[in-house]
């Protein structure tokens, strides 16, 4: 970790993949019923969330520990790529890219995330976003079974 002459704590880029699942229906709906962020919410584990707020182009929520997170649309390419970024309420700056490919059987999907984070901060994070982001690939795989 490196403090900058100001006392700032450099932040550097981190890159976190979800796994690609399978989902049975076709990028066109897998794509419209994503882009809908009310529906983030049937993807997300409802033990480690609070306080959710849904709108077509943003939402927010809290995750267990009390933190707010805050998502909105930044660009739609249908029906192969939603980029979503956070919003001022989130205490990390990040985009998150969901995108969609055809495949034999369906639509393949996952997910990437930026996050511009310190050395200490990513150590913190990276594996339970890492793990929230196979959960909600999981549970969109499940949502078309």
């Not at 919410?41 to 995750?63: A, M, R």
């Not at 001022?88 to 490919?101: N, Q, T």
Request: hydrophobic share 35%; with cysteine; proline share 3%.
């Amino acid at each position: 970790m490196q403090t900058l002459q100001n006392g700032a704590i450099e932040c550097s880029m981190a890159t976190i993949e979800s796994k690609k699942v399978t989902v049975k229906a076709s990028r066109e709906d897998v794509f419209n019923f994503v882009k809908d962020l009310r529906n983030l919410h049937e993807l997300l584990p409802k033990d480690n969330i609070s306080d959710w707020q849904g709108e077509e182009s943003h939402c927010s929520f809290k995750v267990t520990g009390g933190y707010k997170v805050g998502l909105k649309h930044q660009q739609l390419d249908s029906p192969s790529h939603i980029q979503l970024t956070s919003d001022e309420d989130s205490p990390i700056d990040f985009d998150l890219d969901i995108r969609f490919d055809d495949v034999e059987g369906g639509t393949q999907a996952g997910l990437i995330s930026n996050l511009k984070v310190n050395a200490f901060m990513r150590m913190m994070v990276e594996k339970p976003l890492k793990n929230l982001f196979d959960f909600i690939a999981d549970r969109l795989e499940k949502k078309y079974s």
